[in-house]
């Protein structure tokens, strides 16, 4: 049972900085692509960023030069580092694996959810 946990929500002023975390376990194989996504309230989740096996990345166009994505294989985690956080950024966060060979975008495992909070 494939099973993702995040963590390093919270409420931060406008300018500040998050990082998120999300550990990764009982997948039993070498993560491939791995995402961040985010649900305003009343807004449909959407997509932040992604990082493939080999580090390559993606970002959405409003987070790009703000947030970025990372991972560290031997431990199986990925994180988000937020810089320079908008109101508009909030949100809850989400991470989410590709299941083993498919595509992210269309089957994966996701995380609970982590809340941001931006405040001006």
């Known amino acids: 049972q494939v099973q993702l946990v995040e963590s390093g929500g919270g409420l931060v002023q406008a300018g500040g900085s998050l990082r998120l975390s999300c550990e990764v376990s009982?997948?039993?194989?070498?993560?491939?692509?791995m995402g961040w996504f985010r649900q305003g309230l009343g807004t449909r989740r959407e997509l932040v960023a992604t990082i493939s096996r080999t580090d390559n990345t993606n970002y959405e166009d409003s987070v790009k030069g703000r947030f970025i994505i990372s991972r560290d294989n031997s431990k199986n985690i990925l994180y988000l580092q937020m810089n320079n956080l908008k109101p508009e950024d909030t949100a809850v966060y989400y991470c989410?694996?590709?299941?083993?060979?498919?595509?992210?975008?269309?089957?994966?495992?996701w995380g609970q959810g982590t809340q941001v909070t931006v405040f001006s």
């Open positions: 989410k694996v590709a299941k083993r060979g498919l595509d992210l975008m269309t089957s994966g495992f």
């Open positions: 009982g997948n039993g194989w070498i993560l491939d692509t």
